[in-house]
């Protein structure tokens, strides 16, 4: 179980940074449509516009076809019940808003925008929203207080013909209720047998006792508390018309009495709500999920120390079993858009939670395996429900939802290949996210000391006090003391004891270190004053010394130098691996599409053997990547039309690569265009790869440093790297000016060793 200290940390200051840098929020809207000729624009708008426009208006289905209904969900709030917050109002809700659209587009690809409602009143709320129905595939309501909410998604299934759906109240219960049926299974329990007991009558609460007896359990044996204790026939006080709906027929009046015997106990409330000696009152083998938010109604702690025989869940993540919605309204929306459906049901539902307690009885993969350090989990008391980053989750909850859909008779174009489906929804991933997030896992197993060569610098302050809130390691601060110190204290953020801080002048390391440099550099010109300069002056090479010499693990660099100069301070220092070639590789993702680009730092104008090693490297970070490498040595030519010098060496390393008789597709020369389509590979049928290419080899570094830079800010693309591989020791450099997250992923991928 996961220590408490693990949960990461972060502070007032770091949030703010995150939520302003770049573009202020988490989400943009980008054209799907080239908008750069004049008829594009006619196409795109007048005149060429009328013509769906008059389509949609003979067939309103076809706005499904023509415009972005079909993917597009509207999140709507009018903030009265703010996470744990309470009652903020509409516009303090929007970062949450923008944060649930970020998650749609992030573990669904569904397009979302946030509409705050700024008002109290529930018949201007419906009649806002319905208006408005006509834009949207779908309707995600959030944070609106009960009962209000309640009668706001009665009100707009009635009135809307698209999915409306109140993730907090169904989300958790369809996610509660996987965790359920897999815990009555091992506690080897009939839920009609079953008793529950639920402390918390708001929305969530009440969602959840409707799913539990949806699937079976008999509304005699729920029990409901509020915080004026158990909802009785008869009781008066606090009473409203969903609460009636489940008051019991029973002498207990307090959450402890309802607790006696009880087989199963569902928490929606607060902190500390049960005692250990409730718990201990309950049925063998009792199911405890505890979900309030962010610390339970009892640790699981706390559970095992009066019954270890508990099943124990939380809304936590740093607890085994979390209960979190992520897990659930971003593929229920992806399956009952995709049928186009008219509603999501309990059918719909159900399928769902079913769909997430089957996936948590399989074995568990790699990349699932990185999420639980390390250890693989095996469906047991402490995996019941699969972890939100499992990549199987896209191919397995939607087309269980579409399914039911159709089945349950509110699909408007039901699947007719479930197989091509499910093909179509594993290539909606987002490869680099989940590699990232297995990579951080993975640290976390095996944390590392870092150097960051840049102490004083605010974003890499900033970046190594992630470091030590996500449990990656320890981070070694390279600069001038009482400058670091006042920089963490400008920055609003603590300076643990777990940071350390190497101040260059007054280090007790310098001789050995100057000894060290000089006798690798003395037969390059470099007299031992020279040395003493270079270790006394040069944080990057006092870095990369502190890494060659095992005083730390890794280290980065780089946001206040030209990478160039980084790069030739760590060569002073650390050499290649014996039989690699030093590359730099960068990974641009854009809609969707990763490809991985190389070498776009080292190597000027490489020859035919050294394209040859460029891409045998470029191959091996691919599958570091999780990509079956498709290689392409690029130039302007393609398959020697027009020929070139260039084209030559290119066509040199192919012939290189066949001599060795590498593991992976390679073909070239090659022009991108051809490279990265399917299109017009066809024109070339004798061509070796299977499909478009993701490894770009370029014919010189000039070539990819422009293109992965021209594709970042032209096309929006996702930029992870230059990306140093096979040095000695792991060292990562940064682009000039780098962020604090762009400084953190390094720091992770250093710890992970990435190069290597």
């Not at 106990?265 to 405890?288: E, H, Y």
């Not at 470099?526 to 990057?540: A, G, I, Q, T």
């Not at 290119?650 to 991108?672: P, Q």
């Amino acid at each position: 179980m996961a220590n408490k200290s693990q949960r990461t940390r972060i502070t007032a200051q770091e949030a703010l940074q995150f939520h302003a840098q770049g573009k202020p929020g988490k989400l943009e809207i980008t054209p799907t449509k080239p908008l750069v000729t004049q008829r594009d624009l006619s196409l795109a708008y007048s005149p060429g516009v009328a013509v769906p426009v008059e389509a949609i208006a003979e067939n309103p289905s076809l706005a499904y076809d023509y415009t972005n209904k079909g993917n597009l969900v509207a999140v709507v709030s009018n903030g009265t019940a703010i996470l744990g917050l309470g009652n903020l109002g509409a516009l303090a809700s929007k970062p949450v808003m923008e944060g649930k659209g970020a998650l749609f587009k992030r573990f669904a690809d569904i397009d979302a925008i946030d509409l705050l409602v700024d008002t109290e009143d529930v018949d201007a709320f419906v009649n806002s929203v319905r208006y408005l129905g006509p834009s949207f595939g779908g309707i995600n309501l959030e944070d609106i207080k009960a009962p209000d909410c309640f009668i706001i998604e009665e009100r707009l299934k009635e009135l809307l013909d698209i999915p409306v759906f109140h993730d907090d109240q169904h989300g958790t219960a369809i996610i509660a209720a996987a965790g359920l049926i897999n815990a009555l299974e091992l506690t080897g329990r009939d839920i009609a047998e079953s008793r529950l007991v639920v402390n918390g009558a708001g929305a969530a609460g009440i969602a959840c006792i409707g799913l539990a007896v949806a699937l079976g359990l008999p509304a005699k044996n729920v029990t409901l508390c509020d915080t004026k204790g158990v909802i009785y026939q008869g009781r008066k006080e606090g009473m409203n018309q969903w609460k009636s709906a489940y008051a019991s027929k029973t002498k207990a009046r307090t959450l402890a009495e309802a607790l006696d015997g009880a087989d199963v106990f569902f928490g929606l409330s607060v902190k500390g709500a049960v005692t250990g000696q409730m718990v201990a009152a309950m049925a063998d083998r009792p199911i405890i999920f505890a979900m309030a938010n962010p610390d339970p109604e009892i640790t699981p702690e706390e559970v095992m120390a009066v019954r270890e025989d508990a099943i124990v869940a939380t809304g936590r993540s740093d607890y085994p079993n979390q209960i979190n919605n992520v897990l659930g309204f971003p593929f229920i929306f992806r399956g009952a858009l995709d049928v186009q459906a008219r509603t999501i049901n309990d059918e719909m539902k159900i399928a769902a939670a079913r769909a997430l307690a089957a996936l948590a009885r399989e074995d568990v993969p790699d990349v699932v395996m990185a999420a639980f350090l390390g250890r693989r989990p095996t469906f047991g008391p402490d995996y019941i429900i699969p972890a939100p980053f499992d990549p199987r989750l896209i191919t397995r909850l939607p087309p269980a939802v579409a399914q039911a859909a159709m089945d349950s008779g509110v699909a408007r174009r039901p699947i007719v290949d479930m197989d091509a489906y499910v093909s179509r929804l594993n290539a909606r991933l987002d490869p680099v996210s989940d590699w990232l997030q297995s990579i951080f896992e993975r640290v976390r197993a095996e944390p590392r000391r870092i150097v960051f060569a840049e102490g004083e610098d605010p974003a890499v302050i900033r970046a190594a006090n992630s470091y030590v809130a996500q449990g990656l390691g320890t981070p070694v601060l390279v600069g001038t003391e009482s400058v670091v110190r006042e920089r963490f204290r400008e920055a609003g953020i603590r300076l643990r004891d777990s940071f350390e801080i190497v101040d260059i002048r007054n280090s007790p390391l310098t001789e050995e270190f100057t000894e060290f440099l000089y006798a690798r550099l003395q037969r390059r010109g470099y007299l031992k004053r020279d040395c003493l300069r270079l270790v006394m002056n040069e944080r990057n090479v006092f870095a990369a010394l502190l890494v060659a010499h095992g005083v730390a693990d890794c280290m980065v660099a780089g946001v206040t130098r030209n990478w160039a100069n980084v790069f030739r301070d760590v060569r002073r220092v650390i050499d290649p691996q014996p039989g690699r070639r030093v590359i730099g590789v960068s990974l641009a993702l854009c809609r969707g599409r990763g490809v991985l680009v190389a070498d776009t730092e080292v190597h000027e104008a490489p020859t035919g053997e050294q394209l040859a090693d460029i891409a045998t490297e470029a191959a091996s970070a691919a599958r570091k990547f999780g990509m079956d490498p498709r290689v392409a040595l690029l130039t302007y030519s393609t398959f020697g039309q027009p020929q070139n010098e260039r084209a030559d060496r290119v066509r040199e390393a192919v012939a290189i690569l066949d001599e060795r008789g590498v593991d992976f597709e390679f073909d070239g020369d090659i022009a991108a265009d051809v490279a990265l389509s399917a299109d017009l590979m066809k024109l070339y049928p004798f061509c070796r790869l299977t499909g478009p290419a993701n490894v770009l080899v370029m014919p010189a570094f000039h070539a990819a440093s422009i293109s992965t830079k021209m594709l970042k800010e032209l096309a929006g693309a996702t930029l992870i790297g230059p990306l140093l591989v096979g040095l000695e020791k792991s060292v990562q450099i940064s682009t000039l000016g780098a962020k604090d997250t762009d400084i953190l992923n390094l720091a992770a991928l250093a710890a992970y060793d990435f190069g290597g």
